[in-house]
């Protein structure tokens, strides 16, 4: 269909959608907002910028060229921003590693990135023993500190240059230039239950319409969950998990005051809040438990707080506490493929009528696709499903953004995208006005005598309970059933006995909420471990507890 492709005068210039242009309004609309790091280092978007362009010059001096990648080991921070915006503007690639993986996991993840240069904060810096002669790509360090120049000997031969000693001796009249949108920009690894991790990858492209999409989603909100340019942004997800969700992509283009933590510690997290106006933020289910869980939760005014909740289902409970601190909590939907948003938990205050019940039950599901995403759920032939919100089935999914495949893995990546559709690997169901309900991982759902059993459900039923802390169900092998339920909770110190929390169930069941097949058998537990980025490790979870039946 070449001769229907519009027509171009020579002079035309092609516009291709790359990240810098997502900075192009900053110096003429935003120049004196703040971006503030720790509550300690503020800079304006005018200063941003600039240093945005000198990092940019600065690797291209040491070597840096289009294709090559560059790492970065930091907490949330302003350098961590920058980079987000300066290795791509080159051409190079930027490979966010996640600092809480095992030292031979992140050292697999920068030997199969081929990292051409890591920035490395001086607390990962221990790290380097580990790396340093393995890692054969690797042909320059550079130091990230708040402490200033002092350094240990040990590592004053390691590192190559100190990030803020290497932007003042750039070129501060770098010019970004223009190639190929469809170059890759970010590259990260995600952890799965058996094998290495695999590399998600993301193009200057895709970045570019993922903002448009997320931005277009949250402002067009009438009211709750609406994001506008007078908020105040804090990720409360690390950077190295898909770019903390896209969201300082987003909020740096819309020009909001943006904070950045560094390492999250919960009394320094409420703190900011308070102290620099927060209102609006996202973070899994585990931290903003972990955040309401604080003492000076009760005493920090949370009013004014959007949270989107992501990573896993939002329980009920949870849902209930934030709403009674006053927090605007709703749920959203995407996994690392998909980098990440899909849908958004928005709701029409008015459709609703002040039933509290809906309310919470709205926030408390994945949501609505936002524009450009094509989301449903099949069967196993890829037939949709109803959407009558009863008909469960795997959710699939196509839009602009999702990642092409995983880096060199032909195989996975034919298995992600089997049938032409992303396959997530969640199933679910959507009701009649559009809303997602995830109800499970596939890998997860439990299967006893042939009958499905979500632990989802079960987890919300036990952390409705009063007393409970935590709560996570598994399946265990059973020689009769194949799998039955077990339920793992964490109890308050004034916490229920494992009787009456079994006698709830048995009551949901005697009400025909909840089939009596699907009563768990219960086990209190001391913690629950979490993965990397915060979820329940439900892998581990089987290890340990997977012999009990």
């Not at 790492?71 to 080159?90: G, K, N, Q, T």
């Not at 696709?369 to 959710?395: F, H, Q, S, W, Y």
């Not at 199933?427 to 009649?432: F, K, L």
Request: hydrophobic share 40%.
């Amino acid at each position: 269909m070449n001769e229907l492709l519009i027509p171009r005068t020579p002079s035309a210039h092609d516009n291709p959608l790359l990240i810098k242009q997502l900075l192009s309004r900053l110096a003429a609309q935003h120049g004196t907002r703040e971006i503030v790091y720790a509550g300690e280092k503020r800079f304006t978007y005018d200063e941003f910028y600039q240093r945005i362009l000198s990092l940019a010059s600065a690797l291209k001096q040491i070597g840096i060229r289009p294709g090559d990648t560059v790492a970065v080991m930091d907490w949330d921070s302003h350098r961590y921003l920058e980079c987000f915006f300066a290795v791509p503007i080159i051409g190079a690639v930027l490979h966010t590693i996640n600092i809480r993986l095992a030292p031979e996991q992140v050292l697999y993840t920068v030997n199969h990135a081929k990292d051409t240069a890591i920035l490395v904060h001086d607390e990962f810096l221990p790290l380097l023993e580990t790396l340093k002669n393995k890692t054969p790509t690797v042909k320059k360090w550079i130091r990230l500190t708040d402490i200033g120049n002092d350094i240990d000997p040990t590592w004053d031969d390691m590192i190559d240059s100190e990030y803020e000693e290497m932007l003042s001796t750039a070129d501060r009249e770098f010019k970004p230039e223009d190639f190929d949108e469809n170059i890759r920009a970010t590259t990260f690894y995600t952890t799965g239950t058996t094998g290495n991790p695999k590399g998600v990858y993301f193009s200057q492209r895709q970045i570019v319409l993922h903002t448009l999409g997320v931005s277009v989603g949250l402002t067009s909100a009438a009211e709750q969950g609406r994001l506008h340019v007078d908020d105040v942004y804090m990720p409360i997800t690390p950077m190295f998990h898909v770019h903390a969700w896209g969201l300082p992509y987003v909020a740096t283009m819309l020009g909001l005051k943006q904070i950045y933590p560094g390492r999250y510690e919960p009394e320094k997290l409420l703190s900011l809040i308070e102290s620099e106006g927060v209102t609006f933020s996202h973070c899994v289910p585990t931290i903003l438990h972990m955040l309401l869980s604080n003492a000076l939760a009760e005493k920090v005014d949370l009013s004014r707080w959007k949270v989107i909740i992501g990573g896993s289902a939002m329980p009920p409970a949870l849902a209930k506490r934030a709403r009674d601190l006053g927090i605007d909590v709703f749920g959203g939907y995407g996994m690392s493929e998909t980098c990440p948003v899909l849908t958004l938990a928005q709701i029409n205050l008015g459709d609703i009528a002040g039933d509290q019940k809906e309310d919470l039950s709205l926030r408390c599901k994945a949501g609505r696709p936002i524009p450009l995403v094509d989301l449903k759920v099949v069967d196993a032939e890829l037939n949709e499903m109803p959407r009558d919100g009863e008909a469960t089935g795997e959710i699939v999914v196509r839009a602009p953004w999702l990642t092409q495949g995983y880096l060199d893995d032909p195989e996975r990546s034919e298995e992600l995208w089997q049938g032409g559709y992303l396959h997530t690997g969640d199933i679910g169901h959507i009701d009649s006005a559009g809303y997602l309900k995830v109800t499970d991982r596939l890998k997860d759902v439990i299967k006893s005598g042939g009958e499905w059993i979500s632990s989802l459900e079960l987890e919300d039923i036990a952390l409705s309970c009063e007393g409970i802390s935590e709560a996570a169900a598994i399946g265990v092998p059973h020689e009769k059933w194949g799998e039955r339920p077990l339920l793992l909770v964490v109890a308050t110190q004034s916490g229920q006995g494992l009787t009456s929390i079994r006698a709830g169930f048995e009551n949901l069941a005697m009400e025909g909420v909840l089939s009596e097949w699907a009563i768990p058998d219960i086990k209190s537990i001391d913690a629950i471990p979490k993965t990397s980025v915060g979820k329940i490790d439900k892998k581990k979870l089987r290890e340990m507890y997977g012999n009990l039946a």
